[in-house]
């Protein structure tokens, strides 16, 4: 099979001759139909992402659309032939998606819903992953609470944004200017992070009560903001970008509280995979009840212009998800 090998970071990543494997106990063997392309993944190719344990050389790509080819002893929820779609390598030394085939634990992938399409599928795993982990297993979003999403256009913020309408929440997003209508056609009642402070928007959309809900999908500074915009007696701040030192007390003043979204840690620690697969599950029955769908940037690329992909990424022209379709 064809593959795109990480040999050294921060170095192009070159197309190779590999066998191709196969799937062990608990495991399938996809045929790859395309590769979601994230931060995440750049960020480990340039090597800045240690916490992804990556191991040269590698085959990067976190999430995967396909097709069943084989699958291995004990596996009974997917046969050959079936759709699936997952969060399921592309760190800690486990194979990823840039590559014709790969093997997945069965566990980490679900059933792709009718309607998507493999790019769609494949945009769609670690995004909507860690929104759900976020408002509802950690937040425990409900029916009428007043949610605030900070980066309300990005991978995981549109997915968030999504989620909390269909759960019945009031829901706010932070963007910049240029992001409002995309903001607007989720749901979302618009908030312009470069003219609004947290007193201004808090004042607007809260009555001046802050927020039940904050999650942060930007980090840095914007955590520190969510800390002053949760509501007192209860309020609750996610974030999935909580990395670096930051001051509890206004959280603590207002007796609110925090919690983070580590969406690696199955893939990472080999437990809980049953888990994404689970909230997958859920994805489907949200976009099978045209509630949930993916934002997808126009642009193509195969696995020998999958770098140019890295590349919008990271210089942010990226007009929704990068995908990249291995099958021709």
Not at 99 to 104: D, K, L, R, S, T
Not at 183 to 205: C, K, N
Not at 225 to 236: L, P, Q, T, V
Not at 258 to 276: I, K, M, N, Q
Request: with cysteine; aromatic share 6%; glycine share 12%.
């Amino acid at each position: 099979m064809q593959a795109l090998v990480l040999n050294t970071f921060s170095t192009r990543m070159s197309i190779e001759q590999l066998p191709v494997p196969q799937p062990g106990p608990g495991q399938v063997l996809v045929r790859i139909a395309a590769s979601g392309v994230n931060p995440l993944d750049t960020k480990i190719a340039s090597g800045a992402a240690p916490h992804a344990r990556p191991s040269l050389p590698a085959i990067l790509g976190i999430d995967v659309a396909g097709t069943v080819e084989a699958v291995g002893e004990g596996v009974k929820t997917f046969h050959v032939g079936a759709t699936v779609y997952g969060m399921a390598g592309g760190i800690a030394g486990i194979q990823g998606s840039l590559a014709e085939y790969g093997v997945f634990d069965a566990a980490l992938l679900a059933p792709m819903p009718q309607g998507l399409s493999m790019r769609e599928a494949a945009a769609l795993p670690l995004v909507f992953i860690t929104a759900w982990e976020g408002l509802v297993d950690r937040a425990h979003v409900k029916a009428d609470d007043n949610v605030l999403v900070h980066g309300g256009a990005g991978g995981v913020g549109h997915m968030a944004v999504q989620l909390a309408v269909a759960l019945g929440a009031k829901v706010s997003a932070t963007g910049s200017a240029a992001s409002r209508a995309a903001i607007e056609a989720l749901g979302a009642r618009f908030i312009d992070y470069r003219t609004s402070t947290v007193d201004d928007y808090v004042a607007e959309h809260t009555g001046g009560a802050g927020f039940d809900i904050v999650y942060d999908t930007v980090g840095g500074v914007t955590l520190d903001a969510s800390f002053k915009a949760a509501r007192m007696y209860g309020g609750h701040v996610v974030s999935c970008l909580g990395w670096g030192t930051f001051a509890l007390s206004p959280l603590t003043a207002r007796a609110a509280t925090y919690s983070g979204v580590f969406t690696l840690l199955p893939l990472l620690s080999g437990e809980h995979h049953a888990r994404h697969g689970a909230i997958l599950r859920e994805a489907n029955k949200l976009i099978e009840a045209g509630k949930l769908r993916v934002r997808l940037d126009p642009r193509r690329f195969s696995l020998r212009t999958a770098h140019e992909a890295h590349v919008a990424q990271i210089d942010g022209s990226a007009r929704g998800k990068l995908v990249v379709d291995v099958a021709d």
